[in-house]
């Protein structure tokens, strides 16, 4: 069963998939993301600068087919693009409002939350969809990690 974890209370969303991302990558994770187009734009944007020793090999799920099949990190906008039908992704990272169709047929799935009222009410309405279906939910409040810090 796909191990469902919410990461809440997160300061800036994109810097923080940023980090995520990293960190799953450097564990050796094929990563896909999906979100709004806006998000999607401005992820892509900050994972060309986010950190230069630590660049992360990237691409849109748009992109030209070879492209995408040597990307670890694949981003989209939704799940029913065909590009990474050709690749196994090992994790999915939601930083959307919705469940993302097909989440199960990922090893592991991460909602990334902030702060923001909105984003956190749409969060708890997926919370209680996962939790109804029987899903394990781990969760991560990162102001209790920056409290503690």
Not at 25 to 38: H, Q, W
Not at 88 to 96: A, T
Not at 137 to 143: G, I, P, S, T
């Amino acid at each position: 069963m796909t191990e469902v974890e919410f990461h809440f209370n997160v300061g800036d969303k994109l810097e923080y998939s940023c980090r995520l991302l990293r960190k799953a990558r450097s564990g050796g994770s094929t990563l896909l993301v999906v979100g709004a187009p806006e998000l999607i734009e401005q992820l892509d944007r900050l994972l060309w600068t986010f950190s230069d020793p630590d660049f992360l090999p990237h691409c849109r799920s748009d992109a030209n087919p070879l492209t995408v099949a040597a990307s670890p990190v694949m981003l989209a906008t939704s799940l029913h693009d065909q590009a990474f039908n050709a690749q196994s992704y090992g994790v999915l990272v939601n930083l959307g409002r919705e469940v993302p169709e097909n989440f199960e047929r990922f090893e592991r799935f991460i909602e990334v939350v902030s702060s923001a009222d909105d984003d956190r009410q749409a969060a708890r309405v997926r919370w209680k969809h996962y939790k109804d279906r029987g899903y394990a939910l781990k969760q991560h409040d990162r102001a209790a990690s920056a409290q503690g810090a």
